[in-house]
């Protein structure tokens, strides 16, 4: 089954957050988009015009944000809603690449520059001229190499290593982190200049908890997507949709994404989203003749379920045998047997 992708949707051609609109496949009702960001809550609005402002010159731009919370699709909305849209976007992991190479991959080389530099090669701001380059995980640079990176960025000119050729490279800078970056100026060696130089126009990602419906309205959305990829029509329980609800989702959307994700892939018709901080402890019960163990740390609603349906198994599906074991009218039964059907495409019988 093909992932879903939530940093790659169409973008509309120009507009602003006054312009954004509905381009979410299953019509999610009230979630929003602008670029390649989805959010209705005020915190991404706010973002939205925040975008809508900085695209609109060539400033650099910090974008400070905990994992998960999609500072790289931040970073190419502004890249698409700039006069530089159709130059490259350029995406570099910082943290990725080992300190002695990062000037080589940034800046480039010349043959023969240092060992195993067999012929010479462009650098990223290179690769980027006329466009954006995209700087993740900047706090993760060494000091020594900042410094280069601080003067690429006040004159526009680098030289490759191993090079005496000044180089010009017209490059629009864009750099993250998800450290606080006053604290990583303390521990980290984040230089104060470069700091400085990066959050001419500083913005925030935020956390999916303070984003208010959006946990419901993206995972609607995801599952939407999964839907109309795989020509399936599977819902959201009542106790998923708690979940969404309830749950902070630490991870973010990357978290709440990949969650949806795998929910979709065990359903067969009814999407059943577990309370991630339960759900390591959520396992099949064991039964032995007329013996059930329930494990420690199970949801009260699940060992329930499980009870129930272990005991109409064990009378062979006998309604009325089953309520006197389990103590209960057989109208309760049915009710129950009613919304477990609902969740999971349990057979109903009439009586």
Known sequence: MASIDLDSPT?????????????IPGEVAGLRSYGLLYGSSPVMLELYE???R?????????????????????????????????????????????????????FGHEKGSFT?????????????NGGTLFLDEITEMAPVRQVKL??????????????SELIRADVRVIAATNRDPVVAMKENGLREDLMYRLAVFPLRAPPLRERENDRELLAHYFL?????????????SKRAIETLRTWSWPGNVRELKNAVYRA???AEKTVELPHPHLASRVRKPVTQGDAMSV?????????????????????????????????????????????????NGVEEENE
């Open 295 to 343: 494990w420690i740390g199970t949801p009260l609603a699940d060992a329930q379920k499980q009870i129930i349906l272990g005991t109409l198994k064990y009378c062979g599906g006998d309604k009325r045998r089953a309520a006197k074991a389990l103590g209960v009218s057989l109208k309760t039964l049915y009710n129950r047997l009613g919304t477990y059907g609902s969740e």
């Open 150 to 163: 601080l003067r690429a960025l006040e004159t526009g000119t680098f030289f490759r290593v191993g090079g």
């Open 116 to 128: 195993g530099a067999v012929q010479g090669r462009i650098g990223y701001f290179e690769h980027a």
């Open 54 to 106: 900085v695209a609109a010159t060539d400033a650099t731009a910090l974008i400070i944000g905990e994992s998960g919370t999609g500072k790289e699709l931040v970073a190419r909305t502004i890249h698409d809603q700039s006069a530089r849209r159709d130059a490259p976007f350029i995406a570099v992991n910082c943290g990725a690449i080992p300190d002695e190479l990062i000037e080589a991959e940034l």
């Open 264 to 266: 979709f892939i065990l």
């Open 11 to 23: 973008v509309a051609p120009g507009g602003g957050p006054a312009q954004t609109k509905q381009r």
């Open 224 to 236: 939407a997507s999964m839907n109309q990829q795989e020509g399936t029509g599977k819902t959201f």
């Open 50 to 52: 925040q975008i809508e």
